[in-house]
Structures are given as structure tokens and as C-alpha cells.
């Protein structure tokens, strides 16, 4: 997607988009970033006073999630040592 286009669709100036990598992704994810970045505000209140009413007024964030995509995911469950495992057998084997 190009800027030029977000530009028009949203009705935002094209020096306030940009669309880069994500860090640790492929070329299939790419952050969108819109405006300047307020260090000392919330996601939600940017978004409400900043963003929505350019790009989509009337438009609620219900959730933000802070954090590198993908990495909210557990890591699978590990079985523990040959030593450490009972067994199950009937027999007690």
C-alpha cells in the first residue's frame, strides 16, 4: 500500500504516514505509524485526540496491546527428565 494512498483515503497529509519493518518479522508485517509520537501519553488517548478524528472519527480503540507482535504466545510445555517421570504402566513398569 502506498502513502500517497493512505494520504488520500484518509484525508491525513502524507508526511504524517509512514509504513515500515516490523523488528523480528518478515516482510509480510509492516507497522503503520500515523503522526508523531507523544512519549508521554497513552495509545488510547493518542488515538482519540490525534489520530480518529483525522483518519476515522467516531472510531473506539476497545484494546491496545504494547509489545513486539507474536511474542504473547507461550512456549510449549517441556516434559521433564526420563529420571523424573512416572510411569504408567500397570504393572508399575
Known amino acids: 500500500m502506498f502513502i500517497r494512498n493512505l494520504s488520500a483515503l484518509m484525508d491525513v497529509p502524507e508526511d504524517l ?7 523480528g518479522r518478515g516482510a509480510g508485517v ?7 509520537p507523544d512519549l508521554h ?6 488515538w482519540a485526540q490525534r489520530i480518529a478524528p ?8 476497545t484494546s491496545v496491546r504494547i509489545g ?3 511474542a504473547a504466545h507461550t ?8 529420571e523424573h517421570r512416572r510411569s504408567h504402566h ?3 513398569r
Open 17 to 23: 504516514i509512514d509504513i515500515g519493518p516490523v523488528p
Open 30 to 36: 509492516r507497522r503503520l505509524t500515523i503522526g508523531t
Open 41 to 46: 501519553s497513552d495509545p488510547a488517548t493518542v
Open 54 to 61: 483525522l483518519a476515522m472519527p467516531g472510531a473506539v480503540l
Open 68 to 70: 513486539r507482535p507474536g
Open 75 to 82: 512456549a510449549p510445555r517441556r516434559r521433564p527428565p526420563r
Open 90 to 92: 500397570p504393572r508399575g
